[in-house]
């Protein structure tokens, strides 16, 4: 089983910038494709990014594209998120995910492991 932790989350103005963070533990990280979801009040969770396991391929939602990159380090069993030109829109819980085949990316129900998420909240 793999834990993850999540963090970096915090209050930040329209047009700044964020960095998550999320550690695992447990099993060897670098087995796992990692992905982050967010999720606002009221909402479904929803898509962020993805990157698979040498971190060769990276997804992201369209939404996302030209503002958030996706990282990980192996060898820190780390993966980050860095949030670029934030939005109020933006503002929602972030959680970490791992799984080990990939099967589908995009969605929740594609990955076995959570984090317990960070806020983030943009302000206007």
């Known amino acids: 089983q793999v834990q993850l932790v999540e963090s970096g989350g915090g209050l930040v103005q329209a047009g700044g910038s964020l960095r998550l963070s999320c550690v695992a533990s447990g099993r060897t990280f670098s087995n796992y494709v990692m992905g982050w979801f967010r999720q606002a009040p009221g909402k479904e969770r929803e898509f962020v990014a993805a990157?698979?396991?040498?971190?060769?391929?990276?997804y992201y939602a369209d939404s996302m594209k030209g503002r958030f990159t996706i990282s990980r380090d192996n060898a820190l069993n780390t993966v980050n998120l860095h949030m670029n030109s934030l939005k109020p829109e933006d503002t929602a819980v972030y959680y970490c995910?791992?799984?080990?085949?990939?099967?589908?990316?995009?969605?929740?129900?594609?990955?076995?492991?959570w984090g317990q998420g960070t806020q983030v909240t943009v302000s206007s």
């Open positions: 995910a791992a799984d080990l085949h990939g099967s589908d990316l995009y969605k929740p129900a594609g990955y076995n492991y």
């Open positions: 990157i698979t396991w040498s971190g060769g391929s990276k």
